[in-house]
């Protein structure tokens, strides 16, 4: 016998987060019994939940391939392409977070099974962020992404670095989450509604409203912009990234990036159609600033943590780019597309990048400056030569997803507006910044190869494992990118 | 614009709320800006009063007064010693006041833009906090959001114990 | 009956203020007070749109109950940050902030 609610609830559609969810909450009890010495068993426990949503996501893909998009909840979420390979970047990034976590952890004499309870949570913040088709849920699934990644960046309680991050972030968080949601508030008011479909259809049919809606989605813009590190909202990154432990940091710098672009593209391009020359204008203006800010401060860093965060804030301007790109609906499924393709070459380049930064880095926190690697080169060849890989895929050099990530960005944003010399001006600072970047992504390995040093690094098992998988995605991604290009570019249906 | 007791009420409410939020930015002693919290937040309560939504006037006052102000307070009283401070804003308050003047005005002119002038009211139904009730857990209404702010609140939970542990 | 706009421009002052705050204050817990005051805007504004636009629907109440969640957890969240932030360090690290250097 069939239970009828259960039907018609559609419990299928949110499988893979119903699964984190639930064995967060087992896991939590599990903890408990779990003796202090013996934390890594919460950890392998937590992975054997991640995989389950992956088997369930696995499982999704086909009947999603067949159906197309489905609302579920009565239109409180869409469960289709975007959401379901986002959802595979955000439990792909949640695997690696524990992984990464692992050994560092016991090492640095800061392991507690909370770490891994409380990653799962901003996973599902994450995941349901994807999937949000009602401003509501945009709203609280932000906030269950944020609220973890808060405390998750101060858990090195007696660095004092890390507290000091914490804390730094959490207030510039909730500042722009009150901003965030005062543009909900706003939105509502002019429309009525809060469903995604139904703000467009509100916009569009009602001139009076739109001084106020156009106010209410840059207040929007404001708490999105903060999330993915957007000039001017980018001014607690490099702090944040630095003080944080470093697999938070890894998982972060993807995690919370893809998260607030999933939710940028959906409201922009579900829910304000009818302004989107409006928007499209103010994002590639922001996008120019964000490469431009985030490149020429990269230069000046010896810090590899620093470093990456001023890499992450430029990679959030080419993929703003993209977002830019989609304001025409006709060159939409291409740009968003290229926003995923991006999205997923820079977690396999980034988190590789990351791990190679946390086997360097000593028990003590030391060890993060770019010149402790040198030497690598000969005591670490693999390491080396892997990083060395990341590096040029930042950079956006040949045989590697960045690359192949940054020409469909380009192109996408040249076919939106065809002639429109905003877009072409912004494309110009991209390809140039792009050049800028090989000065401070270079030089990693300039210092890797040419300089004498210890080249001291501890790689664990599964820092290996990570090591490897990334490097062979990003390679994968560089030389046969077409199959996973066409999978991205049917994400969003209509 | 004749004046009832309704718009008499509305300007006390409005101006606890105002006065309360000008005493929490400005207010040198932390003590006083935590009591001028409670105050604005009474105010906020008044508003919701007036609005017909008793029940969140209810909330208003056991969640914001009852623990989150009392909270602050006792935040303030353990970490007693970083009071007193002299300077209570920084250099940069010029600045901070001019980005909160322009958004005061935007927000100001969009909103009057928008909605000077009468608008037709409808009353509020007798059953509004029953089928806000029934909502909250109903599939085909905010089930999604109730779901993920339980769990919202279960992290920020474990979250606090694990920064105050230990 | 008050007009709609009142409500809004005491929400529209409410949130300003509270971002004066936010960047002007130098103390932490002076900063989340500030935050709490944008929320309250935020849920004049959800209750205020609720009762005049749309009295029937439910959406504007339910949003303000949320915003309520929310803030209760920020609020747990960050005063814990606090408290352990000074515990550590006896003198804090919370004081001298500086929104705008960030």
New interface residues.
């Given amino acids: 016998m069939q239970l009828p ?1 259960l039907e ?2 559609n419990l299928m559609a ?1 499988l893979p987060v119903l699964i984190i ?1 639930g064995w967060a ?1 087992v896991l ?1 009890v599990f903890d408990l019994l779990i003796p202090r010495s013996r934390k890594h068993w919460t950890a392998w426990l937590a992975l054997v939940g991640l995989l389950g949503a992956a088997v369930a996501l696995f499982f999704q893909i086909g009947h999603f391939a067949r159906l197309g998009s489905e609302a579920a ?2 239109g ?2 869409t469960v289709d392409g975007f959401s379901i390979f986002l959802q595979v970047v955000f439990v792909l990034t949640a695997i690696v977070g524990v992984l990464l976590a692992l050994d560092y952890l016991p090492r640095h004499g800061i392991e ?1 099974g ?1 770490y891994y ?2 990653l799962l ?2 996973t ?2 994450m995941m ?1 962020m994807s999937m949000a088709a ?1 401003l ?2 945009v709203f ?2 932000l ?2 992404l944020s ?2 990644l ?2 998750l960046s ?2 090195a ?1 007696m660095r004092e670095t890390s507290e000091e991050a ?1 804390l730094k972030y959490f207030l510039l968080g909730a500042f722009a989450s009150s901003f965030l949601v005062y543009g909900i508030a ?1 939105t509502y ?2 429309t009525g509604t809060t469903r995604l479909t139904g703000i467009a259809q509100a916009v569009t049919s009602d001139a ?2 739109l ?2 809606t156009t ?1 209410g989605m840059g207040l929007l813009l404001v708490g999105l912009g903060f999330k993915v590190a957007a000039v001017p909202f980018h001014m607690w990154t490099p702090d944040v990234y630095q003080g944080a432990p470093t697999p938070v940091t890894a998982f972060m710098s993807v995690g919370a990036k893809a998260g607030g672009f999933a939710a940028l593209i959906r409201v922009l391009v579900t829910a304000f159609p009818a302004i989107a020359s409006e928007w499209g204008t103010l994002i590639a203006v922001i996008a120019g600033l964000t490469m431009l800010l985030g490149n020429i401060v990269a230069i000046s860093q010896s810090n590899i943590k620093r470093m990456l965060a001023y890499s992450s804030i430029a990679h959030a301007g080419y993929i703003l780019l993209a977002v830019a790109a989609a304001q025409r609906s006709e060159n939409a499924s291409f740009a968003i597309g290229a926003v995923v393709f991006y999205l997923l070459a820079y977690a396999l380049t980034n988190l590789g990048a990351f791990t190679v930064a946390i086997a360097v880095e000593r028990d003590d926190g030391t060890g993060t400056e770019i010149d402790d690697f040198a030497g690598l080169g000969k005591t670490r060849p693999w390491m080396a030569l892997a990083m060395a890989l990341f590096m040029l895929s930042l950079t956006g050099m040949p045989i590697s997803g960045g690359l192949v990530g940054k020409v469909f960005v380009f192109q996408a944003a040249l076919q939106a507006v065809p002639g429109d010399p905003l877009l072409l001006a912004v494309v110009i600072i991209g390809v140039l910044t792009s050049v800028v970047s090989a000065f401070y992504y270079l030089k990693v390995i300039m210092v890797m190869y040419m300089r004498e040093g210890e080249g001291k690094a501890v790689l664990p098992l599964a820092l290996k494992t990570v090591l490897a998988a990334t490097a062979f995605g990003t390679l994968v991604l560089g030389i046969i990118p077409g199959p996973v290009f066409q999978m991205a570019q049917r994400a969003m249906l209509k | 614009m004749t004046i009832t007791p ?2 008499i009420a ?1 300007f006390i409410m ?1 101006a606890f ?2 006065g309360g ?2 005493g ?2 400005t207010n040198r002693n ?1 003590f006083h ?2 009591l001028y ?1 409670v105050l ?2 009474f105010g ?1 309560a008044g ?2 009063v ?4 008793p ?2 006037a209810a ?2 006052v056991l ?2 007064v009852g ?2 102000a009392v ?2 307070t006792i ?2 009283m ?2 007693r ?2 009071m007193g ?1 002299t ?7 010029p ?3 001019g ?3 322009i ?2 005005i ?14 037709p ?5 007798g059953d ?1 906090i029953v ?2 009730g029934e ?2 857990v109903n ?8 779901e ?2 339980s ?14 542990r ?1 | ?10 929400a ?10 936010v ?5 932490a ?2 900063i ?3 935050i ?2 944008m929320l ?1 805007a935020v ?2 504004n959800l ?2 749109f ?7 629907a ?1 959406n504007g ?2 949003f ?3 915003v ?10 960050g ?6 932030i ?1 515990r550590n360090r ?1 003198t ?1 690290v ?2 001298d ?2 929104l ?2 960030w």
């Fill in positions: 609610i018609s609830i949110v969810a909450c939590l909840f009565d409180m979420v507690r909370e309870v409380l949570f901003t599902i913040g349901i009602d509501i849920v609280v699934a906030e269950l609220i973890p808060y405390i101060g858990f309680g914490a706003l008011g002019g009076l409203n001084p106020l106010v | 309704i718009t509305f409005a709320t105002l939020s000008l929490v930015v932390l800006a935590a919290l604005a937040l906020v508003l919701f007036l609005l017909e939504a029940f969140l909330v208003q969640v914001y623990a989150i909270l602050i935040t303030i353990v970490t010693r970083i401070v300077e209570s804003v920084n250099r940069q308050w600045l901070a006041a980005v909160s003047a958004m005061a935007t927000l100001g002119f969009v909103v009057l833009d928008r909605f000077a002038g009468k608008l009211v409808a009353a509020v139904p509004n089928r806000l909502a909250l599939y085909d209404a905010y089930l999604v959001p109730f993920v702010a769990v919202l609140l279960l992290a920020a939970m474990i979250g606090a114990i694990v920064v105050a230990e | 009956m008050i007009p709609l706009h009142w409500y809004l421009l005491v529209a002052g409410m949130f300003a203020l509270g971002i004066y705050g960047l002007a204050r130098r103390n817990v002076a989340l007070m500030s709490e005051l309250n849920n004049i209750v205020a609720w009762r005049y636009m749309a009295p029937e439910l109440q339910m303000a109950i949320l309520f969640a929310v803030a209760a957890a920020e609020a747990a969240v005063l814990a940050l606090i408290i352990s000074y006896e804090v919370a004081e902030i500086n705008l250097k």
